[in-house]
C-alpha cells in the first residue's frame, strides 16, 4: 500500500516535470523574442498582440490583415488571438488592469467604449486619425470612444441592426411570395407562414427577438413616426403615444400573431432567428448585414439563390433609426509597443485593406469615402440600400448600452410573459424610471 | 406458513430496493451517455433528426474540430500542471502544519489556528473580486501560478490533518525524538505513514476541487492557451450560437481523464469522501 | 513537544500564505465595498455605506437573494431526503461489491467537472430541439416546452439538475454512517417487532444524527456557493434574472458592470448568510450526540 501511493505521487511529480519542461520551453520563446525587443541590438523586432472576438469569418480576416501587415513591416510581429463573445468583454477589463497579461490592440465594442474611454486604460487617439475623423466619420461610430474631447477607439464599422432584411429566397419562391415593400405587406407575409408548435417555431414568419433587434426595432418605430425616446433634459421618454404604440405592437407580433417566441432572449432555443432561417425554418428576420458572412461561412449557402436582403420597411413615414457604436479598435495605455500598434490601425484603416474586411465581415463603412468607394459596392452589392440611409442614424445615446438593452429586453419579456403591469404603457413608465435613475440621473 | 410469507415479502422488497437503486444508475449515467453518442453526430444531423438518439452517420468532425481549432493538449496540460502542483503542495502544507498543530506547544498557538479556523469559513466566491486584484497587483494575472500559489494551502486541509495527528499517541513521538529523531524525520518517518487515509481523503478533495474548478481559471486566466479543461466547453459558443458537436466531443475529452482517475481509484475516491463524513 | 525553530520555520510560510491569499481578501474585499470602485480608473471615491444603502433599492439583488434561498432550501431538502433513502437502501444490500457499485456509479457526476453535466443537460436535455424531454414530449402529441427560457421553470430545472449532479457525494457520506452504527441496535429493534421504517425512525436515525447535521451544514454551506449551472445552463442569470442567484450577480457586477464595489458589498452579504449557517453548525456541533 505504502509503495502504491509512493509510486503514484512519483510519476506525478515525473508528469509534472515533463509537461512543465514543454511548457518553460514554449515560455523561454517568448521570452527570449521579448528580450530581443527590449535589448534591440541590430534589429528590433516588436511583437503586439491583437484581441478579438471569435467569429470564423472575421477571424479568417483579422489574420490576413496581420498577414499583409507584417510582409510590409517585417520588423513588427502581429499576434492574434480570439475569444468567446461571451468571455470577451470581462477579459478586456481584466487583462486591461492586469497591464502586463493582456493585449497591445483590443478589438472593443463601442457599447462599452463608454465604461473603458474615461478609465485611462485606453491610449488616446493620435491626432492624424482625430482630423480624418472631424471630415469623414459618422457621428453614431465615434459617439462612445470620445470623452472630454478626445477619442479612445478608432471605428471599424457602421453599426446598424435596422434597415435590413434576411429573407429566405427558397421558401418565398417555394410559397409563390414576393419580397414585402411595406410593412403591412410585411406582417400579411408573416400571418400567412408563421407555424408554431408548442413553446417551439416551426415557421418564424418575421423574426425580430434577438438582443439588439428588439431595442433597435422599437426605438426605429418611433422615430420613424417623428417621436423621440428622449426628453428635452436628457432624459428618456418611453411613454410617448407613439413608444407606447409601437411596443404594442411587438408585443402582439409574439403573442397574439406568434410570428416569432422569445427563444433567443430567454435561452434553451438553440440559437437566433437566422440561424433558423438559414435551415429553412424562418421567412423574415430583421438583423444587421453581419449575418450575411455567417450564412456563406457556416452554412456555405448562397446569396440570391438561399437567400436574399433586402431593405426592410419602415413602420412610419420618415427613416430615422438610432445606432451605436460598432466594432473599433483601441490601445492599451500600458502597451509598451503603442507606436507599432498605431502603425497597424493606420494600415487597417486604409480603404483598400479596410475594404475587403468590411466585405468578409459583412460590416458598414463608418466612413462617407468608402461609402463613395466604388470598389466596396462592387464588393457588397447586397448593402447597397442601406448605405443610403446610414446618414439618417442619430447616435443612440452615451450610456452603457448593454444596461440600457437588457432592460428593454427584459420588459419585453415580461410584457409578453407575464400580468405583472396592467397595461404596456404601465411597463414603460417603470422601464423609463429604472433607465433613468441608472444611466441619466445616476451619473 | 408466515415465516415463508414473510421470507417472500423480504424478497419482493429486495427486488424493488434493487431495481430502485438500477434505475437511478441508469439516470446518472444516461446523460453522459447522450454526450457520448451526440459527439459522434454532426451538428445538422442533430438539428435535422432530433427525435434520435442513436447516430446515423457516425463522425469524428468533430474531435478532429477540438484538436485542431483548439490548443486541447495545451489546455490538458495546464490542467495537469495546476492540479499536479496544487494537490502535492497541499498535502505536504497541510500534514506538516497540521503535525505541528497537533504536537508542539509554542506561543500563540491557539491565537494562530483559530485563524485557520475562520479562514476556512470563507468560501472563495466570496472573495473572487478581492483574490483577483490581489493576484493581478502580485503580476501573477494570466499565469498558471495565478491559480497554483493563491492555492498552496488549505485550511480544511490543515484542520484535517490535525484531527488525525492528534490521535496518534505522543508516545510514539517523544520517545523518536529520546532516539535523536530530527523534527522532519519525525514527521516524514512517523506521522506520515499513520495518516494515510486522510491523505488519502485530502488528495481526492484537492484534486477533484482544483481539476473541476471553473470560477477561477474563468477570471484568472486570459489567453486562450493558458485555459484549463473546464474553460474549454465554451470555446465552440459564437456569439450567436453553439456548435453542439464540437461542444459535445469536447466535453467528453475533458470528462476522459477525470473518469479513468476514478475508476482507477474509485475506492480510495469513497473511502476518502466517507472518512470526512466521520470525522 | 517544542522546537520552536522548527516550528517557525514551517509556520512562517504558511501564514504568509493564509494572511495574503486567505484573510486579506476579506478585510481588502470589505475595504473595497465602500468605495465606488473601478480599478481601471486612476480615482475611486469613498462613498460610506451607499453600496450597501443600494442594496435595499436593488430588485436584482432581491430576487437573487430569494432565488437563492429558495434554491439552497428546495435543493438541499430534496437532497437530503433523496440520499438518505439511498444509503439506507444500499446498507441493505448484503454483496459488499454490488454495494460498493452502486456508490461508485451514483459518484460519478461528483467527479466529473459541473460544467460538462451543465452543458449537457443544456444541450441534451432541456433544450427544445434536440433535448430529450422535449422529444419526449414531442413524440407524445403534446407542445414543446422551453424549460430553461420560461423563468416560471428555469430555477426547478436548476434544482433537479444539482440534485442529480451532487446526491453520489451524500449518499456515500450517509451510507458511510450507516455502516458505522453496529448492527445489534438493528437486531433488538428487529427482535422487538419493530417493521423497517420505524426502526429507520427511532433507531438508525437517532444514532445517525451527528453525521445527518455534519452532511446537511455542509450541504447547505457548499449550495449557496454554487456558480457553474447559473452561469453555463441557465445562460447567465437569465431569463429576466429569475436564475440568478447571488454567486453569480457578484460575478456579473464585477467582471462585466465593472462595478467591483458594489459587488463587494452584495459578496459580503453573501459571506454574511454562510457565517450564520456556519455559526449555527458549530452550535448543534457542541451537543452531545453520544450514544
Request: glycine share 8%; hydrophobic share 45%.
Amino acid at each position: 500500500m505504502k509503495s502504491r501511493i509512493f509510486s503514484i505521487i512519483l510519476a506525478m511529480v515525473v508528469l509534472i516535470g515533463v509537461l512543465a519542461g514543454c511548457g518553460g520551453r514554449a515560455g523561454d520563446n517568448t521570452d527570449k523574442s521579448a528580450d530581443t525587443s527590449s535589448g534591440g541590438d541590430k534589429k528590433e523586432k516588436v511583437e503586439i498582440k491583437y484581441w478579438a472576438h471569435q467569429n470564423e469569418g472575421w477571424n479568417k480576416s483579422h489574420k490576413e490583415l496581420a498577414e499583409k501587415f507584417m510582409k510590409v513591416n517585417p520588423d513588427i510581429t502581429v499576434l492574434t488571438e480570439f475569444f468567446p463573445y461571451d468571455d470577451f468583454e470581462s477579459k478586456i477589463q481584466t487583462s486591461l488592469m492586469s497591464k502586463t497579461g493582456g493585449a497591445d490592440i483590443y478589438e472593443l465594442w463601442g457599447g462599452w467604449g463608454v465604461d473603458f474611454s474615461p478609465t485611462g486604460a485606453l491610449a488616446k487617439v493620435p491626432d492624424k486619425f482625430v482630423e480624418e475623423f472631424k471630415k469623414d466619420y459618422f457621428a453614431p461610430t465615434l459617439g462612445s470612444f470620445e470623452h472630454d474631447g478626445a477619442y479612445y477607439g478608432v471605428p471599424l464599422e457602421f453599426n446598424i441592426e435596422v434597415g435590413g432584411l434576411l429573407v429566405n429566397k427558397k421558401l418565398f419562391d417555394e410559397k409563390g411570395l414576393s419580397y414585402p415593400k411595406t410593412w403591412d405587406e410585411m406582417l400579411k407575409i408573416a400571418d400567412q407562414t408563421s407555424v408554431k408548435d408548442g413553446a417551439v417555431m416551426v415557421m418564424r414568419g418575421f423574426d425580430f427577438v434577438t438582443y439588439d433587434n428588439v431595442t433597435y426595432t422599437w426605438l426605429s418605430m418611433l422615430m420613424s413616426k417623428g417621436a423621440s425616446y428622449f426628453n428635452e433634459d436628457g432624459t428618456f421618454n418611453f411613454t410617448s403615444p407613439e413608444a407606447v404604440d409601437a411596443m404594442t405592437q411587438l408585443v402582439s407580433y409574439v403573442v397574439d400573431k406568434g410570428y416569432t417566441n422569445l427563444d433567443a432572449l430567454t435561452g434553451g432555443g438553440g440559437g437566433e432567428g437566422h440561424y433558423f432561417l438559414y435551415e429553412d425554418q424562418a421567412m423574415m428576420v430583421a438583423r444587421g448585414p453581419w449575418v450575411i458572412s455567417e450564412g456563406i461561412e457556416m452554412y456555405g449557402l448562397q446569396q440570391g439563390v438561399d437567400f436574399d436582403y433586402i431593405a426592410m420597411p419602415w413602420y412610419g413615414d420618415k427613416i430615422a433609426f438610432p445606432a451605436e457604436t460598432g466594432w473599433g479598435l483601441v490601445v492599451a495605455e500600458s502597451s509598451q509597443n503603442k507606436d507599432a500598434a498605431w502603425k497597424f490601425i493606420e494600415f487597417v484603416m486604409e480603404p483598400e485593406n479596410l475594404v475587403p474586411h468590411l466585405q468578409m465581415c459583412g460590416m458598414l463603412p463608418p466612413r462617407q469615402s468608402i461609402i463613395d468607394n466604388t470598389d466596396y459596392k462592387e464588393r457588397m452589392p447586397h448593402v447597397v440600400p442601406l448605405l443610403d440611409i446610414l446618414k439618417h442614424g442619430e447616435y443612440i445615446g452615451h450610456f452603457n448600452t448593454d444596461v440600457f438593452k437588457e432592460a428593454i429586453n427584459n420588459m419585453f419579456v415580461e410584457l409578453c410573459t407575464t400580468n405583472n403591469y396592467p397595461t404596456i404603457k404601465d411597463g414603460l413608465a417603470a422601464l423609463e424610471e429604472k433607465l433613468n435613475n441608472e444611466l441619466i440621473l445616476g451619473k | 406458513m408466515a415465516s415463508v410469507n414473510s421470507r417472500k415479502r423480504k424478497h419482493l422488497a429486495k427486488t424493488i430496493i434493487i431495481v430502485f437503486l438500477l434505475i437511478v444508475a441508469v439516470l446518472v449515467v444516461f446523460p453522459y451517455t447522450l454526450m457520448l453518442l451526440t459527439s459522434f453526430r454532426s451538428t445538422t444531423e442533430i438539428l435535422r433528426h432530433s427525435e434520435r438518439i442513436w447516430p446515423i452517420n457516425w463522425t469524428v468532425a468533430g474531435y478532429i474540430k477540438v484538436f485542431t481549432r483548439a490548443p486541447f493538449f495545451k489546455w490538458f496540460r495546464n490542467s495537469v500542471i495546476i492540479t499536479g502542483s496544487v494537490t502535492l503542495a497541499v498535502l505536504f502544507t497541510s500534514t506538516i502544519t497540521g503535525f505541528i498543530f497537533a504536537k508542539y506547544q509554542f506561543k500563540y498557538k491557539n491565537t494562530l489556528f483559530f485563524i485557520i479556523l475562520a479562514s476556512m469559513m470563507v468560501p472563495s466566491q466570496v472573495t473572487m473580486v478581492p483574490s483577483f486584484l490581489i493576484v493581478n497587483w502580485l503580476g501573477l494575472y494570466n499565469k498558471l501560478t495565478a491559480l497554483i500559489i493563491p492555492a498552496l494551502v488549505s485550511s480544511f486541509g490543515i484542520f484535517l490533518c490535525k484531527q488525525f495527528i492528534e490521535d496518534i499517541p505522543d508516545s510514539l513521538c517523544e520517545s523518536a525524538k529520546i532516539d535523536g529523531a530530527a523534527d522532519f524525520t519525525i514527521y516524514f518517518r512517523i506521522i506520515l505513514p499513520q495518516i494515510r487515509p486522510a491523505i488519502g481523503a485530502l488528495a481526492v478533495f484537492t484534486f477533484l476541487g482544483t481539476w473541476n474548478d471553473y470560477l477561477g481559471p474563468l477570471i484568472m486566466l486570459s489567453e486562450v492557451e493558458r485555459m484549463t479543461l473546464p474553460l474549454a466547453l465554451s470555446f465552440f459558443n459564437s456569439q450567436h450560437s453553439t456548435d453542439i458537436n464540437a461542444t459535445m466531443s469536447a466535453a467528453t475529452l475533458v470528462m476522459l481523464p477525470v473518469t479513468i482517475v476514478f475508476i482507477a481509484f474509485q475506492n480510495q475516491f469513497i473511502k476518502g469522501v466517507s472518512l470526512t463524513g466521520i470525522k | 513537544m517544542k522546537n520552536n525553530k522548527f516550528v517557525f520555520a514551517v509556520l512562517f510560510p504558511i501564514f504568509v500564505l493564509v494572511i495574503v491569499f486567505l484573510v486579506l481578501p476579506l478585510i481588502y474585499g470589505l475595504g473595497i465595498s465602500f468605495f465606488e470602485y473601478n480599478p481601471l480608473r486612476q480615482t475611486n471615491p469613498f462613498v460610506g455605506l451607499s453600496n450597501y444603502a443600494k442594496l435595499f433599492r436593488d430588485d436584482v439583488f432581491i430576487k437573487a437573494t430569494t432565488n437563492t434561498l429558495f434554491f439552497v432550501f428546495v435543493t438541499v431538502t430534496i437532497n437530503i431526503i433523496f440520499t438518505l433513502t439511498l444509503a439506507q437502501f444500499i446498507t441493505t444490500i448484503h454483496s459488499n461489491k454490488i454495494r460498493s457499485f452502486f456508490r461508485t456509479v451514483y459518484f460519478l457526476p461528483c467527479v466529473a467537472p459541473m460544467v460538462v453535466a451543465a452543458t449537457v443537460w443544456g444541450g441534451n436535455i432541456y433544450s427544445t430541439r434536440y433535448g430529450i424531454l422535449n422529444t419526449i414530449l414531442s413524440s407524445m402529441g403534446m407542445p414543446r416546452v422551453n424549460f430553461i427560457g420560461d423563468a416560471n421553470l428555469v430555477m426547478y430545472c436548476l434544482i433537479i439538475f444539482t440534485v442529480w449532479v451532487d446526491f453520489g457525494y451524500n449518499t456515500v457520506l450517509f451510507s458511510a454512517g450507516l455502516d458505522s452504527i453496529p448492527t445489534q441496535f438493528d437486531e433488538a429493534g428487529k427482535i422487538d417487532g419493530a417493521g423497517p421504517f420505524q426502526r429507520f425512525i427511532y433507531i438508525t436515525f437517532p444514532l445517525l444524527r451527528r453525521t445527518f447535521v455534519f452532511v446537511t451544514i455542509m450541504t447547505i454551506i457548499s449550495h449557496f456557493q454554487m456558480f457553474v449551472q447559473f452561469m453555463v445552463l441557465a445562460q447567465r442569470g437569465g431569463p429576466n434574472n429569475a436564475s440568478t442567484v447571488l454567486t453569480f450577480y457578484v460575478y456579473k457586477l464585477a467582471f462585466i458592470n465593472k462595478d467591483m464595489g458594489y459587488a463587494s458589498a452584495v459578496a459580503f452579504v453573501l459571506f454574511i448568510i454562510i457565517m450564520v449557517v456556519t455559526l449555527i453548525q458549530r452550535r448543534l456541533n457542541r451537543i452531545d450526540w453520544g450514544y
